[in-house]
């Protein structure tokens, strides 16, 4: 018999929106779901923050669920090994301190995979054993590669996760701005006719920093040169007609268009292929920032034509705070030929005329990079962007997060995140409807439709409440993302989220809001 679970599964499927059950209000029904869930699993893989180690000062050497490896150092009474099971935070309530918290904040730090310990373990062995050996060594027992194909190697774990057509259009390099001015650099052409750079209203500052210093770079003036797409102002979303007309009106004018996958703010998901084709049918190039996109949602790049894109891997992917960030680089844009001849990946061929990058010796061939000479030939496909040498312990982070995500598929991910959303959903629109009658306390200003979104809602609080509300919330052991002055992004991640923690933080929050009221 299907499960109510796998019913949910086949409503999205079919393009409909899960319906719950009456009783979808209660704990055992959260818990219900969560037997039925085939990637529960995946939850074991992640250290989750317990309520104590939240309140964590001063480190004892232990991590979440473990026992101190050597004795706390200055550290507060009430937060030493041995301290009291439960604590009476300062709003009465009773916290469970040995619980795991409602880790909802996977949008701007995910959980730590517990495997990054083995990785960085292994790294460091490396590195003391065979000491300079192991940019070229690939050692027995271990779950890294020779340092100089680290970075190839998590490109190879990333094919599915942003659908390339094979791991040359993908490379670990930098950190996302940093990675978004090279791809600028490339790709951002503009001329005379074609100078525009059309983006949204609120991207994440550095984009914004990043695009107004490209524009002052070439001689321009955000005033003149960048278009921004504005939302309808009652509901911050930004309908996909609305980006469309607003390329045909600068279609002649503009050389990049350049958006979020997902919008950080409102977690809208914007449609990636039709506007990506919708554009370049104007011979407008595409970029893509994808930071809450990867890891979250399907992605088609290669299919969808995009030029470029890149992404952070601290948020969904897990690998740590400022982690090294992704690339892509769409295939049409790694080689032209000329009649020139040159090594290249061990193989005798003619020369590529290469698109213009900011080049640096990682991103030389790896056949002549030891040549040292000064005339540069890059490596094949989006390798070719390489700048300096990776980091070899950021590497092992992300090579460790990556290989979580090789136990599932994107496709299951993905579902399940649906399901989880639409449950956290279904019991917002529940709190609502017990202040019926009453100015609502907040409201929701993520898209309704789950193919227009992720894992994340964005709630928007009356004025005057959040504080108070996140107070009160932190205080429980729940973690969320506060944005001033009165929005609050709550993100069950399904890699390591379950049913029951949504149940748990809408009680939370229930009684958040009515201390705050």
Request: with cysteine; aromatic share 10%.
């Amino acid at each position: 018999m299907e499960s109510e679970y796998q019913s949910f599964i086949k409503a999205l499927r079919a393009g409909k929106k899960p319906e719950f059950s009456p009783d979808s209000k209660s704990i055992d029904y959260a818990r219900k779901l969560d037997a039925q869930d085939k990637l529960r699993a995946l939850r074991n893989n992640f250290n989750i923050p317990s309520r104590r180690s939240l309140r964590t000062r001063a480190l004892d050497g232990s991590t979440p669920g473990t026992v101190a490896a050597f004795p706390p150092r200055e550290c507060h009474a009430d937060f030493a090994l041995g301290a009291v099971s439960h604590q009476t935070s300062s709003n009465g309530k009773t916290v469970d301190d040995d619980r795991p918290s409602i880790y909802f904040v996977g949008n701007s730090l995910g959980a730590q995979p517990k495997c990054i310990r083995q990785y960085l373990d292994a790294q460091l062995e490396a590195w003391a054993s065979i000491g300079v050996n192991g940019h070229f060594t690939s050692l027995d027992n271990s779950p890294l590669t020779a340092w100089q194909d680290m970075a190839a190697d998590c490109a190879q774990k990333s094919v599915d996760l942003v659908g390339a057509a094979s791991p040359s259009e993908v490379i670990y390099m930098n950190t996302l701005t940093v990675n978004l001015h090279l791809m600028m650099a490339s790709f951002y052409r503009p001329t005379a006719k074609r100078h525009k750079i059309i983006a949204e209203w609120k991207p994440f500052p550095s984009d914004s920093y990043a695009i107004s210093s490209q524009l002052q770079w070439h001689g321009l003036s955000p005033s003149t040169s960048l278009i921004e797409i504005q939302p309808e102002p009652d509901t911050l979303y930004i309908p996909t007609e609305r980006i469309l007309s607003i390329i045909d009106e600068h279609a002649d004018s503009t050389a990049l268009l350049l958006l979020p996958g997902i919008q950080y703010y409102t977690g809208q998901l914007f449609n990636i292929p039709l506007i990506t084709a919708h554009a370049r049918r104007h011979g407008i190039t595409v970029g893509w920032d994808l930071a809450h996109a990867v890891g979250n949602v399907e992605l088609a790049l290669h299919e969808w034509g995009v030029d470029f894109a890149v992404w952070c891997t601290y948020k969904y992917l897990n690998a740590g705070p400022g982690a090294i960030a992704g690339c892509f680089v769409h295939e049409r844009h790694h080689h032209h030929l000329n009649d020139s001849k040159v090594v290249n990946g061990g193989v005798e061929g003619k020369r590529g005329e290469y698109v213009p990058r900011l080049a640096g010796w990682y991103g030389a061939d790896k056949a002549v990079r030891f040549n040292m000479e000064k005339e540069f030939v890059p490596a094949a496909g989006a390798h070719g962007w390489q700048v300096s040498n990776p980091s070899a312990m950021d590497l092992a982070c992300v090579g460790a997060a990556l290989s979580v995500f090789g136990q599932t598929r994107m496709a299951e991910l993905r579902e399940k995140g649906m399901v989880l959303t639409g449950y956290l959903e279904w019991l917002l629109k529940g709190l609502l409807e017990e202040e019926e009658g009453q100015e609502p306390a907040f409201r929701i200003i993520t898209p309704a439709s789950p193919l227009e979104r992720g894992s994340q809602l964005s709630l928007l609080l009356r004025s005057g409440l959040l504080q108070k509300v996140s107070e009160w919330l932190a205080e429980a052991g729940v973690v969320v993302d506060v944005r001033k002055p009165d929005v609050v992004r709550v993100t069950p991640v399904p890699m390591y989220c379950e049913f029951e923690d949504v149940w748990e933080f809408i009680d939370v929050f229930r009684r958040a809001l009515k201390e705050a009221q």
